[in-house]
């Protein structure tokens, strides 16, 4: 079945960096597109990035432009998210997901347990 697993959460101060990873398996990671979504305490899932199946084209929720960045390798089935100039809004549970900005939903049911990222001085 799908395995996604999520890492490299943790807490920073504002301003900071960290760069989130997710391990896939158990199905053709090349063909997907692929996503992080993140909800925040109290609040419902928002949808951060995503990547074409190739890793050529990116993109972007408004609040997060110019400061981070998805990426992935095929070769390691791995998706990335390299988060800099972290902000206290950004305190979430990440999570990985199969499909893009406009079919992420769908996959839900297939999440691993997410990476909490805490940003706080």
């Known amino acids: 079945e799908v395995q996604l697993v999520e890492s490299g959460g943790g807490l920073v101060q504002p301003g900071g960096s960290l760069r989130l990873s997710c391990a896939a398996s158990?199905?053709?990671?090349?063909?997907?597109?692929m996503s992080w979504v993140r909800q925040a305490p109290g609040k419902g899932l928002e949808w951060v990035s995503g990547v074409d199946r190739g890793g050529g084209s990116t993109s972007y929720a408004d609040s997060v432009k110019g400061r981070f960045t998805i990426s992935r390798d095929n070769a390691k089935n791995t998706l990335y998210l390299q988060m800099n100039s972290l902000k206290p809004e950004d305190m979430a549970m990440y999570y990985c997901?199969?499909?893009?900005?406009?079919?992420?939903?769908?996959?839900?049911?297939?999440w691993g347990q997410g990476t909490l990222v805490t940003v706080s001085s």
């Open positions: 997901s199969q499909g893009g900005r406009g079919t992420w939903s769908q996959y839900i049911a297939s």
């Open positions: 158990g199905f053709t990671f090349s063909s997907y597109a």
